[in-house]
């Protein structure tokens, strides 16, 4: 297929993300047939992309702006919580520059697995500040341990909080694995994993950038989404590369040339050298090979940040 030019106009009513839509990870299943696909190899302790590629070193612009404290209520940190497990577990399953607790998860079900069906434990991310301090978004990220790895369930739910005012609000994607994962019988589909996790504001602090990792336990088949956050309209919009070939695709931020997209590196596994691709609002995709991505904003590790005590 042709690609369109980055510099052609977009069109105004383009169509817009569909998570009915088969465009990621096995390009000729269907979501329900991806959940259902067979697995290729264990995602527990296993790298899945390449090494990052030199293109993929991240601009980060910290502005000067103060942290208010969030009006919610803290929640103890445990302290008999499983931390980091022995260096062979990967900070992140896809080698991201924005991980996921991927080193919580396997430590969690190390700890629960001998007793099953027990209370999700609960992990909280880093907040993220908005450049006008006005804003802080993080992640409560859930995990219910099953007596086998294929058996559990990650999922997540992303708070945006005013600072000033204490109007909290949750923001979620829109991709097949996201929100309240059911498979056809009515069911929690077994071995989900839906984490949801902020990375970046835009320059000016109107948009939020946040990371949708999905995958399946004991399974290759895992990707990022891009949840962008619209602070104007209020809107929020899923996107992902479509109409190319990948397995996996890893987000790597804004745009740099092209502020209001982002960019992803996806690819196949085997191949070392994965391409470089720009998405826009209307997840139209085009290849961006000179491009480099740049994140914005402040984290702040509140007193509640990591396991939680209570679950």
Known sequence: MELASRNENRPLFAPLFS??????????????????????LLLSALFIAPDAHAGDRVSAVVPP??????SQPALQIAEGSPE?????????PLNSNYPVPWNWVMATYADLKENPHSEPRYYRSPALISPDGLYAAYSRIAMQ???????????????????????LQTIT????????????????????ISMLIPVSWSKEGERLLARQFEGLFSASDASDFAVVWNRNTRV?????????????????????LYPQQVLFRAGSLGEDNWPLWAVDTYS??????DDKPIVYGRFQQPAWTGPQAKW
């Open 65 to 70: 702006a103060e942290y208010i404290a969030s």
């Open 145 to 167: 341990v099953e007596e086998q790895l294929f058996g559990s369930r990650v999922s997540s739910v992303m708070f945006l909080e005013n600072l000033q005012t204490g109007e």
């Open 236 to 256: 929020t919009s899923t996107l992902a590369p479509v109409r190319v070939q990948y397995t996996n695709a890893v987000l790597l931020g804004w745009s740099t």
């Open 19 to 40: 998570p009915c839509q088969p465009f990621m990870l096995k390009s000729s299943l269907t979501p329900t047939e991806w959940c259902n696909a067979k697995p290729l």
């Open 173 to 192: 994607a829109s991709s097949p694995l996201a929100g309240e994962t059911l498979d056809e019988g009515g069911q929690y589909q077994p071995g989900a």
């Open 284 to 289: 139209e995709t085009t290849l961006a090979n």
């Open 84 to 92: 980091a497990l022995s260096p062979d577990v990967p900070a992140d």
